[in-house]
């Protein structure tokens, strides 16, 4: 059964409708904004794993993210996701079990999806477009894993902001060789009609190997954007804040 906020959300895209009603919904993504804001102003540099949320833990891409969610942590990112099972699961397991910092930007669905047990904190978002945003917004790196449409989505809008210049170079990593193999084809191919160019095709790290994906965000964002130094912002106890 359909939740009256899915309804909503549906009715939103389904066109225009009366001046009150866009701007209660507005009013409403606006309120959503400042909780994620909240939630997340006091965290330290950030790298985001997308994934799958369908690997169980004994699956290799799960046992691969959760290594990956520990190497980050020993590197100073806190490990954020999108709070859910599988490889995000998995990412913020890896940066708990290291001593790191581990955090989850989960989407409700119609069948509930849970936060993970291994998140510091999270906070839950009713608007896909608006999560993307938050999962954006705090991270220096984004390491994506195999995954299905939402990954892939991830993956383009990620690539997408840095090729236009709407986010600085930040480094993306794409693990999974064999596979991505069919995707980094028809990338290829994409460069061959021009479609993109050589250079888009530079945005971002295609490997298999942890040693590889921990060396380049050590130097393209660790040391680039000097990282060891970063400074997080300090809560106000007057505003209630933590």
């Not at 409700?108 to 896909?128: A, C, G, H, S």
């Not at 190997?209 to 300090?234: C, D, M, T």
């Amino acid at each position: 059964m359909t939740s009256p906020k899915h309804e909503e959300e549906r009715a939103f895209l389904e066109g225009p409708h009366s001046r009150t009603e866009e701007f209660i919904f507005t009013m409403k993504v606006v309120v959503e904004f400042i909780r994620g804001f909240r939630k997340f102003h006091f965290l330290g540099p950030c790298a985001t794993v997308f994934g799958s949320a369908r690997f169980p833990p004994e699956h290799p891409y799960y046992q691969l993210a959760q290594k990956i969610g520990g190497e980050l942590a020993k590197l100073g990112f806190t490990v954020m996701t999108g709070g859910g099972p599988g490889v995000m699961e998995a990412a913020n397991r890896g940066a708990k079990e290291a001593g790191g910092k581990s955090v989850g930007c989960n989407i409700i669905l119609q069948e509930e999806q849970k936060p993970n047990p291994y998140l510091d904190r999270w906070v839950k978002i009713d608007y896909f477009f608006l999560r993307k945003v938050l999962l954006n917004k705090y991270s220096y790196a984004f390491i994506v894993m195999p995954g299905g449409y939402g990954t892939l989505d991830e993956f383009f809008e990620s690539l997408t902001l840095i090729q236009t210049d709407k986010i600085r170079h930040f480094p993306v990593i794409l693990f999974g060789k064999e596979h991505h193999a069919k995707l980094y084809e028809h990338l290829q191919l994409m460069v061959k009609i021009r479609t993109i160019t050589d250079d888009d095709l530079k945005l971002f790290l295609f490997t298999d190997s942890v040693p590889e994906a921990i060396s380049f965000l050590n130097e393209k964002a660790v040391k680039y954007f000097g990282l060891a130094k970063f400074k997080r912002n300090k809560p106000l106890r007057i505003l209630g804040e933590e």
